[in-house]
């Protein structure tokens, strides 16, 4: 292998590898954050007591977090994931096919698989190349030029002016930020780069879901515990009834 490809992959890989350790974090804030944007029934429960009042903050911390957790997967500062640099090391034709390569040889490692037949490979090859394509797609999607690129940048102006940072004087105001229709495209589209990326460079198999919904049933038990015992939709609700005393 050239040494140049040999350096970049190296560093591709270990910057995919960052990225989805932020990307975990930022599936945990908000995996716990959207019971509190979207369950009526915990925001009756809530009420317009003093408890409220924490239950306000303890959202807008973890709505905070889980924006600051995707920015840095995004962030293209030295140190950082700098996950939009792999759409310009995968355009690269000499590092793709490497990249594609090393996956097929990772494969051919597996306990059995001299017995497969030579269809399989070729499929293997093809589905690798779609999913390069489908990694560059998205990544151009939100980069300059893009058809997201006007959500994203009015995301890291919020970010850096209002989350990571104070500003005085603000090129922004808080109305400019993303929708919550974007952010859930944002999160989405980062979730695929991320599982895409990582089979096809360390080939590992990961679905962000699956974190999800560790993190999803956790918040229900949670959320449920709020509400407390004598409410319907806790673990241990027992309904009242004329002759229990």
């Known amino acids: 292998?050239?040494?140049?490809?040999?350096?970049?992959?190296?560093?591709?890989?270990?910057?995919?590898?960052?990225a989805?350790?932020?990307?975990?974090?930022?599936?945990?804030?908000?995996?716990?954050?959207?019971?509190?944007?979207?369950?009526?029934s915990l925001h009756a429960?809530?009420?317009?007591?003093?408890?409220?009042?924490?239950?306000?903050?303890i959202k807008v911390a973890l709505r905070r977090e889980m924006l600051l957790a995707l920015g840095r997967v995004w962030d293209p500062v030295n140190g950082a994931p700098q996950l939009?640099?792999?759409a310009h090391v995968?355009?690269?034709?000499?590092?793709?096919?490497?990249?594609?390569?090393?996956?097929?040889?990772?494969?051919?490692?597996?306990?059995g698989a001299e017995r497969l037949p030579p269809m399989f490979w070729e499929k293997l090859k093809e589905e690798l190349d779609v999913a390069a394509v489908t990694v560059i797609s998205i990544l151009e999607k939100w980069s300059r030029g893009g058809s997201q690129n006007a959500a994203r940048e009015r995301f890291k102006a919020?970010?850096?002016?209002?989350?990571?940072?104070?500003?005085?004087?603000?090129?922004?105001?808080?109305?400019?930020?993303?929708?919550?229709?974007?952010?859930?495209?944002?999160?989405?589209?980062?979730s695929k780069l991320i599982e895409l990326l990582l089979n096809l460079c360390l080939a590992v198999s990961y679905n962000p879901a699956d974190t999800g919904d560790t993190y999803r049933r956790a918040a229900e038990l949670f959320w449920a515990g709020v509400r407390g015992e004598k409410t319907e939709g806790h673990p241990n609700f027992i309904a009242s009834s004329?002759?229990?005393?």
Not at 24 to 33: I, R
Not at 93 to 111: G, P
């Open 1 to 18: 292998m050239d040494e140049t490809i040999d350096k970049r992959l190296i560093k591709l890989r270990t910057q995919i590898e960052a």
């Open 158 to 190: 919020l970010r850096n002016q209002f989350l990571a940072h104070r500003q005085v004087e603000l090129s922004v105001s808080d109305g400019d930020g993303l929708s919550d229709q974007e952010v859930e495209e944002y999160f989405s589209d980062t």
């Open 45 to 57: 429960r809530m009420g317009a007591s003093l408890a409220s009042n924490a239950f306000s903050i």
């Open 90 to 111: 995968l355009n690269d034709k000499k590092i793709r096919d490497q990249v594609l390569a090393d996956r097929v040889t990772h494969a051919k490692r597996i306990k």
């Open 20 to 40: 989805r350790q932020e990307f975990d974090m930022a599936v945990l804030f908000h995996e716990v954050w959207k019971p509190m944007a979207y369950d009526d």
């Open 84 to 86: 939009e640099r792999a």
């Open 242 to 245: 004329p002759d229990r005393c």
